[in-house]
C-alpha cells in the first residue's frame, strides 16, 4: 500500500517549551529551537492540499503559544483554507484576565476552533494551576471549545524525557518480549501526522514517515508501511519485534520496560545512526545522535 490517508496534521510549532516537565516526551525545553515560520506554513498547507484530505490542524509543540505570531498566523490561514484548527498550550500566559484575553481573543477571531490545557502534578511545578482555570473559563467565554489535559503516572508514554526519569515510578513492569504491539499510532494506515520546522512528518513523534529531504507532499504520496524499515517491524509484532531486529545490530533489551512506548523508543534511540533520516530530530531524543541501551 503506498500513500497514507491523512484526517489530521498536528503542527509541532516548536520544541522550546518555557516549562521542562518530566513526563514530557518530546524533551520540550526554554532551550529548544525556533519555530515554524509563517513562511513555511504557507508552504506547508500548500503541500497539504495537493497531498492529502486533511480537515484538521493542531498546533502543539513544545509550547506554541510562545510563538504567538506564527501560531496566529496558522489559525489565520488554516481557517481561510477550511480547517479546522485546535491548539495545546499550558497556559503559562493566563497570568491576569487581561493578560489572558490578549492572547485568545485574536486566535478566537482567526477561527480557533478548540484548545487542549495540560496542567497536572508535572506542569505545576512551572505554570500555577489557576491560569489553567482562567484560561478554560476565557475559552468558554469566547466560544472557542476547550479540555482540561491532565496526565497521571499510569497515562504516562514513556518515550523522551519521561523514559529516562520516570520509569522508576512505573505502575508496572513488562518483559520486553511480551510488548508486542504498537499501543498508540496506526502505523499502518496512520490518520494523523506530527509536522515539525524541518518538514519532517512524524508517524509517532521521533519515528519519520518518511527521509524529509522528499518533501512534504512526496512523502506522504509515497509512504508504504512494507518497505518502511522501522515501521514495518512494528506493525508485524510491535516493539518487540522491532528490538529483536536491533538486537542483531547490537541492542541487548533489558528483562522488563515500563510499556511499549519505552521500548519502542530505546530501540529506536539506538538506531538511529543507521537511520538517522527516519529516526529525528536530535530534539526528539534529547539531543545527542549516541545510541544507548537504558535511560538518561
Known sequence: MNGCKLSAVHFLLTYACCAECDHCFVWGSPRGGGPITVEQIDGF????ARAAQVTGLCAEGGEPFLFQRELLHLVRRGTERGYRVGALTNAFWATSDDDALRVLKPLADAGLRSLGI?????HTRFVPAERAERALG???????ESSKMVTEIAGV??????????T????????????????????????RVHL?????????????????????????????PTRHPIVRPLVEGGPARLA??????????RPAYAGACHLCYEARRFLRRRWPELLGPDE??????APRNGCG
Open 168 to 191: 522508576c515510578c512505573a505502575p508496572q513492569m513488562t518483559p520486553w518480549h511480551d510488548l508486542n504491539r504498537c499501543e498508540k499510532e496506526s502505523l499502518a494506515e496512520p490518520g
Open 138 to 144: 476565557l475559552c468558554a467565554e469566547l466560544g472557542i
Open 118 to 122: 495540560s496542567t497536572d502534578q508535572w
Open 196 to 224: 515539525d520546522r524541518y518538514g519532517g512528518l512524524h508517524l509517532c513523534q521521533g519515528l519519520l514517515l518518511a527521509d524529509v529531504r522528499q518533501g512534504v507532499a512526496e512523502a506522504i504520496l509515497r509512504y508504504d
Open 244 to 253: 529483536r531486529n536491533a538486537m542483531a545490530l547490537g541492542f541487548r533489551p
Open 157 to 166: 508514554m514513556f518515550r523522551g524525557r519521561a523514559a529516562a526519569r520516570l
Open 45 to 48: 498547507l500548500d503541500e497539504l
Open 284 to 289: 526528539m531524543y534529547g539531543g545527542s545522535l
